[in-house]
């Protein structure tokens, strides 16, 4: 990321830990969570700031993140609150949806072949649309983001196994709706 340099927490008494720790958390998420930013916002220097603005928040309070029973699921809660702020303001959807098939090329080959299949239909869109937010949250990180089953379920707080049950029943919506277009008679 290119903005503002980091500012690790406050050392108190030498202890540098804190402040490894957040640039080790910050390492870790912010192109992720950048990126998230910029797929539901349209907007690369929008993303920028929503992530900036989280890290941040999450500097401040650093020491009670690490209180907090999982950081990551507390940090995950601060960049969606942030992201849906900036989007009430400016009266504004997420693109998530529509940015969707400018990801496809790194979806697998099964699903990229659907994706095209509907690119050209705006059944995709509703159906995306229509998908509980933890499960298009679960499908977009693990599928499109790349974090891993075990990464996905430590933002969203969940169990590993409620993460692939996400995933899985996102999959099974999204596939129902998909071979409803027969791409031969168009219908």
Same mark, same amino acid.
């Not at 804190?18 to 910050?26: D, E, H, S, V, Y």
């Given at each position: 990321m290119t903005g503002r340099p980091d500012r690790p927490p406050p050392v108190r008494n030498g202890d540098r830990r804190?402040?490894?720790?957040?640039?080790?958390?910050?390492e870790m998420h912010a192109h992720r969570w950048s990126a998230y930013a910029h797929v539901h916002?349209? +907007?690369?220097?929008? =993303?920028?700031?929503?992530?900036?603005a989280v890290f941040?928040?999450?500097c401040r309070q650093w020491p009670h993140v690490l209180r907090r029973p999982s950081a990551a699921a507390y940090a995950w809660s601060l960049l969606k609150g942030h992201l849906a702020a900036w989007l009430a303001v400016r009266g504004r959807d997420?693109?998530?949806?529509?940015a969707a098939f400018g990801c496809a090329d790194r979806l697998p080959d099964e699903c990229r072949r659907r994706f095209e299949l509907l690119e050209n239909r705006m059944a995709?869109?509703? =159906?995306v649309a229509r998908l509980p937010e933890r499960q298009c949250d679960a499908l977009f990180l693990h599928h499109v983001i790349g974090y891993s089953v075990g990464q996905v379920a430590g933002l969203l707080g969940? +169990?590993?196994s409620m993460v692939r049950s996400h995933i899985g029943h996102a999959k099974r919506r999204?596939?129902?709706v998909l071979p409803?277009? +027969?791409p031969v008679s168009g219908n």
């Open positions: 804190l402040a490894i720790t957040f640039a080790a958390f910050r916002t349209g +907007d690369g220097a929008a =993303a920028e700031e929503i992530t900036e941040g928040q999450l997420s693109a998530l949806v529509t995709l869109y509703a =159906a969940a +169990d590993e999204l596939t129902s409803v277009l +027969d």
